[in-house]
């Protein structure tokens, strides 16, 4: 059974119009990421909610905003969609943040195009 | 945050057994290290983690000398489904993805 689940697995937007990913976790896990992807480059991490605590990265772009509404579900929202956004996004969860046990589950991740 | 480096690419034949090292000289204290995979289009799966010494689970081992100033991830007698990228990472309160080692077995 998928344990974080994100939708759409693809999405389309145009240069501009807001766009919102989901994600969702059957874990229960505290802590939830965001990490965007381009192409053949390592994950980057943008920001991580612990429980309702919100810790953003000091180099993620104000366009990029986040919000959890519940332990399950986090939604990553992109303002004004630039073509230099088309990426992989992908939602991962843990425990905890701190030592042992803080292995992250990543969800299958939603490739972004911006046209 | 400490900086990790691995090697860019390996090739291995099926059945081989794979070390990829990883460097990295100012680990901190707290630090763990943590190995993930990720195939194409896939989110990373960890595979193993460890603090010093050795660590092994069902699918690898990770070797930590006393400095901890690297560590090596052993895949036993690789498969062709283990291609894909492996990266290192530390952290505490936070992992930091390198660039990773893209892994190519043939058969």
């Known amino acids: 059974d998928a344990m974080v689940i994100q939708n759409p697995r693809y999405q389309v937007t145009q240069f501009g119009k807001p766009v919102t990913l989901s994600c969702s976790q059957t874990l229960n896990h505290n802590v939830m990421y965001w990490y965007q992807q381009k192409s053949s480059q390592a994950p980057k991490l943008l920001f991580h909610?612990?429980?309702?605590?919100?810790?953003n990265e000091a180099d993620t772009p104000d366009n990029f905003q986040s919000r959890r509404p519940n332990t399950s579900f986090c939604f990553l929202d992109i303002r004004s969609p630039g073509l230099g956004d088309a990426a992989m996004y992908l939602c991962?969860?843990?425990?905890?943040?701190?030592?042992?046990?803080?292995?992250?589950?990543f969800g299958p991740g939603t490739r972004l195009t911006v046209t | 945050l400490a900086k990790t480096t691995q090697p860019i690419s390996m090739d291995s034949y099926e059945g081989q057994e794979v070390n990829i090292t990883c460097s990295h000289n100012?680990?901190?204290?707290?630090?763990?290290i943590t190995w993930y995979q990720q195939f194409p289009s896939q989110g990373p799966r960890f595979i193993i983690q460890?603090?010093?010494t050795k660590v092994t689970n069902e699918v690898a081992s990770l070797f930590i000398p006393a400095d901890r100033k690297s560590s090596t991830l052993s895949l036993p007698r690789v498969s062709l489904s283990d291609t894909a990228v492996y990266y290192c990472?530390?952290?505490?309160?936070?992992?930091?993805f390198g660039t990773g080692t893209r892994l190519l077995v043939s058969p």
């Open positions: 100012n680990i901190a204290t707290n630090d763990y």
């Open positions: 990472l530390l952290g505490f309160q936070k992992l930091v």
């Open positions: 909610y612990y429980d309702k605590d919100f810790n």
């Open positions: 991962a969860t843990s425990r905890g943040t701190r030592g042992e046990g803080y292995e992250q589950y």
């Open positions: 460890g603090y010093k």
